[in-house]
């Protein structure tokens, strides 16, 4: 692990994992187009999906030398967002961002076995533990309902790359459904990329054409805070209601996920038990974790019996 993030050295070729500076040294393997992912530059060959190329360029960050395919490098579907891989390369499996529960049109990722296991754990405490998406359903769309009786507009809030787009495709039954601007882009383009979701207005539109006084509506906007002056808007000019989607809407430490009038644990990362279970079906013998709880997270595996540390700079020496 290095500030430019993980480098693995395999008979005298490199392998840069999400690396913030890509290296003409090696191969760059960007797991998907989360801001946080994205190199910053361009140089040496970036291997990632078509589509993780497609919304990297959609986001402005267009990759010079993108290959899709590479020998001895398999990418495996990792179940996070559309286009997101994990790596597996000479017995050792890179799981980029991970969630192993289906989401609408995200299936759930399926584990191959290894020797190392490079895995995040984002939420990687005992709290963490997600709903069935039936119950979420059921519950979202009874709190819309009752909502929609009353004539009260709800913005359902979540990731504009990712969660948005799950919202849309659990929830878009509704109507009439609009969109923030910025994911009406993104769902455009995931329709380009062969996702269907159902079609709506922006909310300029629909503001221009008077539409959102006619209530109720339905809105699916990106995660904003409170204090933005799109939801002030919202709120004095129609009287909307906010329900916020996010792995820590549950989280008594972490109050940041319940910022909103109602917060739902939906989350496109594994929750604790699927992590878990995630690293006991890969049967890695050495598991390193990154992102998130990663002290509190190993020595639990350690304690179940599982060889597993957190990676930290310079930590990888005794596995190159
Ligand atoms: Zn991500
Ligand atoms: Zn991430």
């Known amino acids: 692990m290095t500030k430019n993030g993980i480098i693995c050295e395999i008979n005298n070729k490199k392998v840069f994992l999400d690396p913030k500076n890509t290296d003409s040294s ?40 993108h290959v899709e395919k590479m020998d001895d490098f398999f990418l495996i579907d990792s179940g996070h967002i559309l286009g997101s ?12 961002d991970i969630c192993t529960r289906d989401r609408g049109f995200l299936k759930g990722a399926k584990i191959p076995k290894c020797k190392t296991l490079i895995t995040e754990c984002t939420f990687g405490l005992p709290e963490f533990m ?7 359903k059921k519950q979202v769309n009874e709190l819309i309902s009752e909502l929609y009786t009353r004539g009260v507009p709800v913005i359902l809030m979540g990731y504009q790359l990712g969660k948005a787009q799950t919202i849309t495709q659990l929830f878009g039954h509704w109507s009439p459904l609009y969109f923030h601007d910025s994911v009406k882009q993104m769902n455009d383009l995931h329709q380009q990329l062969g996702v269907p979701l159902r079609e ?10 008077g539409l959102l006084d006619k209530k109720p509506w339905i809105m699916v906007t990106p995660m904003m805070s409170e204090k933005s002056n799109f939801l002030k808007e919202m709120r004095s000019k129609y009287g909307a209601v906010t329900i916020g989607f996010s792995g820590w809407a549950q989280s008594t ?5 319940r910022r909103t009038d109602y917060s739902i644990p939906m989350s496109d ?17 050495q598991v390193y974790v990154i992102h998130g709880f990663v002290e509190e997270f190993s020595a639990h595996l350690r304690k179940i019996g599982i060889n597993a540390q957190p990676l930290r700079e310079n930590s990888l020496d005794d596995f190159v």
């Open 26 to 65: 090696g191969i760059n393997f960007v797991s998907h187009a989360h801001m946080d992912h994205l190199p910053s530059k361009n140089g040496g060959t970036i291997l990632a999906s078509s589509e993780t190329n497609e919304i990297a360029s959609f986001r402005g960050f267009k990759m010079q030398n």
């Open 85 to 96: 891989r994990g790596l597996l390369f000479d017995d050792i499996f890179y799981t980029g």
């Open 130 to 136: 997600f709903p069935k998406l039936e119950v979420i």
């Open 200 to 209: 709506g207005m922006g909310h300029s539109e629909a503001q221009n054409k």
């Open 253 to 257: 430490k972490f109050p940041f996920g």
């Open 269 to 285: 990362h594994c929750d604790f038990d699927e992590l878990v279970s995630m690293i006991v079906q890969s049967s890695a013998e």
